[in-house]
């Protein structure tokens, strides 16, 4: 089998919750060996669970985000079942070490110095409050790759600001321009879209730096404010705004380009009177030939020839009447078999499917998206797949989630080749760990 595209790229994952370890765990799916140092003495709340020993009661009644735990039960590993933490660590290797500690920091610059790239994301400062600067890392390897992801950047009014997801979209404008015209943004729901797209820019970035590197020997510190990289994902209303002074709202089901038609729809699940469920399906028509194929599958009904509704434009001024009678058609339809009918005569649709569906979906199974693994503290269960595909190398989970310093020996032993004396010593400190001190809640 031919090297993965990243094979032989060393990663240091310093990261925490989201965009990080979604960065790092692209780099790993393509090869990259990703190495995570965890304190046993600290927990990073958000990246392995919400608290350490979560009581069993934050379990029964959390979702997913927070709890979502084998069988519902917090048991004597939380911290290596969790979803916030399984869904980001595949591929990655797990040890033992406190950063805070003079020794501990000399078995990081042991680390950096056999390394490629280190990667965070931690709020600004926190890493040089522990001695970590690029000059430092740098001091241990002149070529080494610094990728870091702060939420608003290491410069400027709000470079010391605390955020998550939820603030990062507040304040780029996500709240405002998502929903409904008539609601306000407290009925929105973080989707923490912002964490997706650095962790994607970041792997993308760190990518280019070890093209950058190959070519010339020379190692840089690159930085991505998430704030600024979700702030790209509405360009159009911040353009609209400077060339033309106008503040877009939130929009609903209408697209932002002005198609003739788009929205989503009441439907329901096949099955009898008393199992069928409400569903919903999403449906767009761009062209006046779609509208007229549309009338066409639903049955050619009298409203559907208004020639009020013949041309874009019409459909656009009596868009909410148009959705009226859509709604009334398409609740009673079976949403698959009408994506299928839709489809069939050119017309884009698809369901509204919750995680079980999506469990079941034909295509995401023909395609083997979901992939089987077996991790030693919670069992065999179907993860997420890969992004992305290479015919040539195919992306497979060579590691399941890693569990709490599952990889200390590898990394101090065959990789740092410590001797046996220091490994006892670092032993003795605490330092090499597979479970949280007991000082950890």
Same mark, same amino acid.
């Given at each position: 089998?031919?090297?993965?595209?990243?094979?032989?790229?060393?990663?240091?994952?310093?990261?925490?919750?989201?965009?990080?370890?979604?960065?790092?765990?692209?780099?790993?799916?393509?090869?990259?060996?990703?190495?995570?140092?965890?304190?046993?003495?600290?927990?990073?709340?958000?990246?392995?669970?919400?608290?350490?020993?979560?009581?069993?009661?934050?379990?029964?009644?959390?979702?997913?985000?927070?709890?979502?735990?084998?069988?519902?039960?917090?048991?004597?590993?939380?911290?290596?079942?969790?979803?916030?933490?399984?869904?980001?660590?595949?591929?990655?290797?797990?040890?033992?070490?406190?950063?805070?500690?003079?020794?501990?920091?000399?078995?990081?610059?042991?680390?950096?110095?056999?390394?490629?790239?280190?990667?965070?994301?931690?709020?600004?400062?926190?890493?040089?409050?522990?001695?970590?600067?690029?000059?430092?890392?740098?001091?241990?390897?002149?070529?080494?790759?610094?990728?870091?992801?702060?939420?608003?950047?290491?410069?400027?009014?709000?470079?010391?600001?605390?955020?998550?997801?939820?603030?990062?979209?507040?304040?780029?404008?996500?709240?405002?321009?998502?929903?409904?015209?008539?609601?306000?943004?407290?009925?929105?729901?973080?989707?923490?879209?912002?964490?997706?797209?650095?962790?994607?820019?970041?792997?993308?970035?760190?990518?280019?730096?070890?093209?950058?590197?190959?070519?010339?020997?020379?190692?840089?510190?690159?930085?991505?404010?998430?704030?600024?990289?979700?702030? +790209?994902?509405? %360009?159009? /209303?911040?353009? *609209? !705004?400077? @060339?033309?002074?106008? #503040? $877009?709202? =939130?929009?609903?089901?209408?697209?932002?380009?002005?198609?003739?038609?788009?929205?989503?729809?009441?439907?329901?699940?096949?099955?009898?009177?008393?199992?069928?469920?409400?569903?919903?399906?999403?449906?767009?028509?761009?062209?006046?030939?779609?509208?007229?194929?549309?009338?066409?599958?639903?049955?050619?009904?009298?409203?559907?020839?208004?020639?009020?509704?013949?041309?874009?434009?019409?459909?656009?001024?009596?868009?909410?009447?148009?959705?009226?009678?859509? +709604?009334?058609? %398409?609740? /009673?339809?079976? *949403? !698959?078999? @009408?994506?299928?009918? #839709? $489809?069939? =005569?050119?017309?884009?649709?698809?369901?509204?499917?919750?995680?079980?569906?999506?469990?079941?979906?034909?295509?995401?199974?023909?395609?083997?998206?979901?992939?089987?693994?077996?991790?030693?503290?919670?069992?065999?269960?179907?993860?997420?797949?890969?992004?992305?595909?290479?015919?040539?190398?195919?992306?497979?989970?060579?590691?399941?989630?890693?569990?709490?310093?599952?990889?200390?020996?590898?990394?101090?032993?065959?990789?740092?080749?410590?001797?046996?004396?220091?490994?006892?010593?670092?032993?003795?400190?605490?330092?090499?760990?597979?479970?949280?001190?007991?000082?950890?809640?």
């Amino acid at each position: 089998m031919n090297p993965k595209p990243l094979e032989g790229i060393r990663v240091i994952d310093l990261c925490v919750v989201w965009a990080g370890p979604f960065g790092t765990m692209l780099l790993g799916d393509l090869g990259a060996e990703v190495i995570k140092p965890e304190n046993p003495f600290v927990f990073q709340p958000m990246t392995r669970g919400a608290i350490a020993r979560p009581p069993q009661i934050m379990a029964d009644n959390a979702i997913a985000w927070s709890g979502g735990l084998p069988g519902g039960r917090v048991g004597d590993r939380p911290w290596d079942y969790s979803p916030t933490f399984v869904s980001l660590y595949r591929n990655k290797k797990s040890f033992t070490v406190d950063l805070r500690r003079p020794e501990g920091l000399d078995v990081l610059r042991r680390l950096v110095a056999q390394s490629d790239i280190v990667y965070e994301n931690n709020a600004t400062g926190t890493l040089e409050k522990l001695g970590i600067t690029y000059e430092w890392l740098r001091e241990a390897n002149p070529a080494i790759i610094f990728m870091r992801v702060p939420a608003y950047g290491s410069t400027g009014p709000y470079a010391n600001a605390r955020a998550l997801g939820v603030h990062l979209e507040a304040v780029m404008g996500h709240s405002l321009l998502r929903g409904y015209a008539d609601a306000d943004p407290s009925s929105n729901t973080a989707i923490y879209s912002g964490d997706y797209l650095a962790g994607a820019q970041g792997a993308f970035a760190a990518m280019t730096a070890i093209w950058h590197r190959d070519r010339t020997g020379e190692g840089q510190l690159i930085e991505i404010a998430q704030a600024e990289n979700a702030a +790209a994902m509405f %360009t159009q /209303a911040i353009m *609209d !705004y400077s @060339l033309n002074g106008n #503040l $877009q709202g =939130a929009m609903g089901n209408r697209d932002v380009h002005g198609l003739a038609l788009q929205g989503v729809y009441p439907a329901k699940s096949p099955g009898t009177a008393a199992t069928m469920e409400d569903r919903w399906i999403a449906l767009t028509i761009e062209t006046d030939e779609q509208w007229q194929a549309f009338g066409s599958v639903i049955g050619g009904p009298a409203w559907a020839s208004d020639p009020r509704f013949a041309t874009g434009a019409g459909r656009l001024e009596h868009h909410d009447e148009i959705d009226a009678r859509i +709604a009334e058609y %398409t609740a /009673a339809q079976d *949403d !698959y078999d @009408l994506m299928h009918r #839709l $489809q069939a =005569a050119g017309i884009a649709a698809a369901p509204v499917l919750e995680a079980s569906r999506m469990f079941d979906d034909p295509h995401l199974r023909a395609r083997g998206f979901f992939r089987t693994q077996t991790q030693k503290a919670s069992g065999t269960y179907e993860y997420v797949g890969p992004i992305w595909q290479f015919p040539e190398t195919p992306v497979e989970y060579y590691q399941p989630p890693i569990m709490f310093g599952e990889h200390n020996e590898y990394v101090y032993r065959e990789l740092l080749k410590v001797s046996e004396e220091e490994y006892q010593a670092l032993l003795a400190a605490g330092h090499i760990a597979d479970t949280y001190d007991a000082s950890v809640p």
